[in-house]
């Protein structure tokens, strides 16, 4: 279904009634599962993605399985100084609108697999845990755009509950154009955190920077766009990582004060220590 | 086929187990009863974008979620099974042999997958698990009689099934569990059009019916695995308990109480009103027959005993002394399972008011939303 991007101009407004600088709504959970190392669970919009991180722990084809076809070693090393971390992307059938059914090859994924993977081993502190692995697991239950931003906000997440150290959340968003590529329109305004109706029709990209600095650990622009446009893009996504950063940032720490609430962690460290950063 | 779950345990480790899970009553590592399923929490239409979902959380940590979407698709014209699918539906005695043919046709309705992280989707067990829950389904006609709309078309459904968790115990009982679970809370479109026309529905979704309407008593299959040591009958067992099980069964039973025009068989029994069925059984390697055999002390170097000397080492004999069976030390089970073991598992999941039932009414309890 094409999408009318020409009403944009009446009322500045897109189709699913946001404004250009508007996430969707992202709503995250941490240590959704009790029997992995670290959990997480993570919609934004209509996106909805699943993380368990199992690990740092030692490599091996029982542990991982599929250390030949997982893709994605990230930190460079699996065997040397440095952990191993292995992404592995489910997408589920039932995720799209019409089922499609992905199999473990798919290019797509693998390529998922492996940004994923190298986003998270430059904030991991992959150093500490040779000759280990990290095995982050994830699945996809619904996607409507965002998908690759979605499944890094939600390994960070993982990684965050897993606790392994790591420098900063790695926090990941989209932006794009509000404009084709071939109306070749100067004026396109830029676009933050695409659906999938935009992601369809206009040119987009993901960022993910590390916490709220300005540094970009991972940048993915798979459609054509005019260069004078990408400045534009670039900016409002590397802003809308910092606006996502924040939100992880809340859910961790909500969670932890729920934890020291209950009673689940050890008082050592007051409820009002954790405001200090 | 082997259930791979792999466990690191000493053949100490492994006699003690056994012995523990062979008095009378057994004592299971996680102190349930024998017939004591695992606790779980359930819900279902967790995906708004599917026809059916589902999601159960086992104690132990293990989660699985199950997303079931349905298709519309034209039965493929061939006009001899046309006639023969009409026969069945009346119930004619005598078409017997051709449901057979029929429901050959109709399998191809229903396609399954598992999805297991950290496994290839062509690992071996992947697809005996597949293939195990597929089988239940499709055992008996029942359930693919539900998705035909009219004589051209049908409902094609595919049935995700994700285990998000890393596998900690076998999930055959986790999986199948859901599967169920998302199948009761399963609906299609509400359909307009009648008789033979192409088809056309009803675009309310508030209007459209379940696959397996609550009213009526017919429920989808659940497939439970049920392990024997000694004389001893095990439910759910977990993987520390799998290590050591002498045999280890999968059991789909369907409640059939639809189908009463039926000559009750033997295996059939009438339950308040719920006409359970044995719809397959699967023997399941027990990864017990892998484990490395216990030594006794006797023989042992370790313990300061002498070694069989080189004039004994030379002997055949003194191989086949270590293999007899001491109290206490682990030795792998061989062979075959006994037939009247084979035969109490499966006396035991269809028992009046007994595990099958009581799996059934919890999971009829789960709210369908």
């Not at chain 1, 992202?26 to 996106?47: F, V």
């Not at chain 2, 279902?44 to 159960?56: E, K, Q, V, Y």
């Not at chain 2, 104690?59 to 979407?69: F, L, M, N, P």
């Not at chain 2, 569990?177 to 009803?202: I, M, N």
């Amino acid at each position: 279904m094409p999408l009318d991007t020409s009403t944009y101009n009446l009322a500045l407004l897109r189709v699913d009634g946001r404004r250009w600088n508007e996430l969707r709504r992202i709503n995250a959970q941490i240590r959704t599962q009790a029997a992995a190392d670290g959990s997480s669970y993570l919609e934004m919009g209509h996106t909805k993605v699943m993380c368990v991180v199992t690990g740092p722990s030692e490599p091996g084809p029982r542990r991982g399985g599929v250390v030949g076809s997982a893709g994605g070693a990230g930190g460079g090393g699996g065997q040397s100084k440095d952990a191993e971390v292995v992404v592995n992307i489910v997408i589920a059938g039932f995720s799209s609108v019409d089922r499609k059914r992905r199999g473990r090859g798919d290019k797509r994924t693998l390529e998922m697999q492996s940004t994923v993977a190298n986003a998270l081993a430059a904030s991991l502190h992959i150093h500490l845990f040779p000759h280990s692995q990290i095995n982050v697991s994830l699945h996809v239950l619904s996607q409507d755009g965002s998908l690759l931003a979605a499944l890094i906000n939600a390994a960070t997440l993982a990684c965050v509950d897993a606790g392994i150290p790591m420098t900063d959340y790695v926090a990941a968003c989209t932006a794009g154009s509000t404009s084709t590529y071939a109306a070749n329109d100067e004026s396109a305004d830029p676009l933050l955190d695409m659906n999938h109706q935009e992601e369809q029709e206009l040119p987009g990209l993901t960022v993910a920077t590390m916490g709220d600095s300005d540094r970009v650990v991972a940048l993915v622009c798979e459609s054509r766009v005019q260069i004078s446009r990408l400045e534009g893009m670039l900016v409002v996504g590397v802003d809308g990582c910092k606006q996502v950063r924040e939100i992880l940032d809340r859910v961790v720490r909500e969670k932890g004060r729920r934890m020291i609430d209950e009673g689940t962690v050890e008082k050592g460290t007051g409820l009002n220590d954790m405001d200090v950063d | 086929m082997a259930s791979q779950t792999h466990l690191n345990l000493s053949p100490a480790e492994l006699a003690y187990l056994h012995a523990s899970l062979s008095l009378t009553p057994p004592i299971r590592p996680d102190g349930r009863s024998p017939t004591q399923y695992r606790p779980l929490s359930a819900e279902t239409g967790i995906l708004p974008g599917t026809n059916g979902s589902a999601r159960i959380c086992f104690a132990d940590g293990t989660e699985a979620i199950v997303g079931v979407k349905a298709e519309v698709e034209k039965t493929r014209a061939r006009w001899d099974d046309e006639t023969i699918f009409l026969e069945g539906q009346e119930g004619d005695e005598g078409a017997e042999e051709d449901k057979e043919k029929e429901q050959g046709g109709n399998r191809e309705w229903v396609e399954l997958t598992v999805e297991i992280p950290g496994q290839r989707d062509d690992d071996s067990g992947t697809i005996f698990l597949a293939q195990m829950l597929s089988e239940a389904l499709l055992a008996d006609g029942a359930f693919v009689e539900r998705l035909k709309i009219n004589r051209g078309w049908h409902w094609k459904l595919y049935l995700d099934i994700l285990l998000i968790s890393p596998p900690l115990s076998y999930p055959l009982p986790l999986l199948s569990l859901t599967t169920h679970l998302a199948l009761l809370s399963t609906r299609l479109p509400r359909l307009k059009s009648e008789g033979d026309e192409d088809p056309f529905f009803d675009d309310d979704w508030a209007a459209a019916p379940h696959l397996y309407p609550k009213d009526r008593k017919a429920r989808p299959p659940v497939t439970l695995l049920v392990m024997a040591v000694g004389n001893n009958i095990i439910f759910d067992p977990a993987k520390e308990e799998l290590a050591v099980a002498d045999v280890a069964l999968a059991v789909s039973v369907g409640d059939s109480a639809e189908r009463t025009g039926k000559t009750a068989e033997d295996e059939d029994m009438e339950v308040d009103g719920r006409k359970l069925r044995l719809l397959s059984i699967r023997t399941v390697d027990p990864p017990s027959r892998l484990t490395p055999p216990g030594v006794p002390n006797a023989t042992n170097s370790a313990y300061g005993h002498a070694v069989a000397g080189p004039q004994q080492q030379k002997m055949p004999e003194a191989r086949a002394v270590e293999s007899e069976a001491v109290e206490g030390v682990w030795k792998a089970p061989r062979g075959g399972a006994k037939l009247a073991v084979m035969g109490a598992l499966v006396q035991k999941v269809l028992e009046r008011g007994g595990v099958a039932d009581e799996v059934l009414d919890a999971l009829e309890a789960v709210d369908l939303s």
